[in-house]
């Protein structure tokens, strides 16, 4: 598995017709605090999300019939309850698009690993149906689409490492250190219902401004509850914390430490156990998928300037 690498290959242009391949990178929650529960139920927050340069793939063949295509199917989730297929039909119907398209999924990031896999998915539809559409609807109007799909839809859309408060929908954004990082998942999956309604979950830790947060060493309120309900978790953490600083990712499954690094990252990855998935990645404050939309709109001036 590859990280992602950006060629004139990869990025075809529009006129040749040819499939085009956009990254829906990892997140990560660099750091977790709960400050409160409100009367609706829902948990106030403070959290850093980074990107990674690692993540699923989603092809894409504009049609001009208006139909949505997705592939592969995936095992008891029909496809019109698919973020992708949805991320599609919302922006058709928003824009009112004639055209449609052939999506197809090559999915490498594990499911419930808390890396934001769907959330990416959904993202990277819109943004590259949007351009590829040329609907040309605003990051913030795409956001908004997105926000209808799930909470951490907005954060990929707008690609930037972000410091979100509230609920997750107040933003700032912010150029946290590009650190490089070891990403291991358990043979198990996190219900992050049980770890919510856990009453030793932590729900008053103060707020604190983001310059002391990126300050102080950084935790995640969730880690504890988690590592009490899921051993493998626990298991998992223990090993690699003889590498690296390292701790939970939002509610999990998916925990990772931090190098300074990619030759350290590495050389703790060759030696996991066998029955973990796992990745090295690193750090970024601008999304692998604008990264790409920003190189293709360089090559498009470059050729009308030609």
């Not at 999300?49 to 989730?77: A, K, M, N, Y």
């Not at 926000?147 to 912010?174: M, N, R, S, Y």
Request: glycine fraction near 6%; proline fraction near 5%.
């Amino acid at each position: 598995m590859k990280n992602y690498q950006f060629s004139t290959a990869l990025l075809s242009s529009k006129q040749q017709g040819k499939k085009w391949r956009f990254p829906c990178p990892a997140k990560l929650n660099l750091f977790l605090y709960i400050n409160a529960q409100r009367p609706d139920g829902y948990h106030e927050l403070q959290t850093l999300f980074q990107f990674l340069d690692f993540g699923d793939w989603l092809s894409i063949d504009v049609r001009s019939d208006g139909e949505i295509i997705l592939t592969p199917e995936i095992p008891h989730l029909k496809t019109e309850d698919n973020l992708i297929y949805r991320a599609a039909k919302l922006l058709q119907q928003k824009t009112g698009c004639t055209l449609g398209a052939d999506l197809h999924l090559d999915k490498i990031l594990p499911m419930g690993g808390g890396v934001g896999g769907g959330s990416s998915n959904a993202a990277t539809t819109l943004v590259a149906l949007n351009y590829l559409w040329n609907t040309q609807l605003s990051l913030s109007e795409l956001a908004e689409l997105g926000l209808q799909l799930g909470a951490d839809v907005p954060i990929f859309v707008h690609g930037q490492a972000a410091f979100a408060e509230g609920v997750g929908e107040k933003l700032t954004f912010c150029q946290p250190p590009e650190k490089w990082f070891l990403v291991l998942k358990p043979e198990t999956s996190i219900s992050t219902a049980v770890v919510f309604k856990d009453p030793n979950l932590p729900r008053n830790t103060a707020k604190r401004s983001l310059k002391e947060l990126l300050t102080t060493k950084y935790e995640n309120d969730c880690e504890k509850v988690v590592l009490n309900h899921y051993s493998e978790v626990e298991e998992v953490l223990s090993w690699l914390l003889k590498y690296a600083l390292a701790r939970l990712t939002g509610t999990g499954a998916c925990v990772f430490a931090e190098f300074d690094n990619e030759q350290a990252a590495q050389s703790a990855f060759l030696d996991k156990p066998e029955k973990y998935f796992g990745f090295v990645a690193q750090g970024k404050n601008i999304s692998p998928l604008h990264q790409m939309l920003k190189y293709l709109s360089q090559q498009e001036q470059n050729s009308l300037s030609s």
